[in-house]
T-cell receptor, first 114, second 114 residues
């Protein structure tokens, strides 16, 4: 079964606007970690933000914030004030107890328009 | 710069050959993970080492093997290469093997099988 679902293969946003990238996950564990990574066209994977399942506050890191809705099992990434350099693939990932790997979604390709 | 170093950046070889991919984790990180990223399979976890010991195995083929050395650098060995092994191979590291710790990725090795 798919653990991480990113339903938007591609998204477009105007420069300086905010954009939300969707991520839903499936787990029966109460304790887990959720991560977002950015992969520019150059190929490297860049860690953006982390949310723990027991964290009461939504995580924020600069222009990135995570809209965490535990009951809905969603962890959407919000990028504020989009910049041209934000154009990239974005991956949502989850780590569960007893699983040593990180499970990744299929990714969303974000294109920022000038 | 994530602090994770992978060499080589690009590798072109032929079917049936054997290659070795190298990874130096971030200073102080004990855990090393290997991932394969291909167009059809997405990001797939291959194997994890923690402080020199194999910790977890994912979708790693029998033709593939890995090890982590006392200085914590790791190597991924791919043998009897097939066209389908063409992919981007990532190494990632984390300080410990905990849910709340992000994995920091290297820039990857792009392997092309001709």
């Amino acid at each position: 079964a798919q653990k991480i679902t990113q339903t938007q293969p591609g998204m477009f946003v105007q420069e300086k606007e905010a954009v939300t990238l969707d991520c839903t996950y499936d787990t029966s564990d109460q304790s887990y970690g959720l991560f977002w990574y950015k992969q520019p066209s150059s190929g490297e994977m860049i860690f953006l933000i982390y949310q723990g399942s027991y964290d009461e506050q939504n995580a924020t890191e600069g222009r990135y914030s995570l809209n965490f809705q535990k009951a809905r099992k969603s962890a959407n990434l919000v990028i504020s004030a989009s910049q041209l350099g934000d154009s990239a693939m974005y991956f949502c990932a989850m780590r569960e107890p007893y699983n040593n790997d990180m499970r990744f979604g299929a990714g969303t390709r974000l294109t920022v328009k000038p | 710069d994530s602090g994770v170093t992978q060499t080589p950046k690009h590798l072109i070889t032929a079917t049936g050959q054997r290659v070795t991919l190298r990874c130096s984790p971030r200073s102080g990180d004990l855990s090393v993970y290997w991932y394969q990223q291909s167009l059809d399979q997405g990001l797939q976890f291959l194997i994890q080492y923690y402080n020199g010991e194999e910790r977890a195995k994912g979708n790693i083929l029998e033709r593939f093997s890995a090890q982590q050395f006392p200085d914590l650098h790791s190597e991924l060995n791919l043998s009897s290469l097939e066209l389908g092994d063409s992919a981007l191979y990532f190494c990632a590291s984390s300080a410990r093997d905990r849910l709340n710790q992000p994995q920091h990725f290297g820039d990857g090795t792009r392997l092309s099988i001709l």
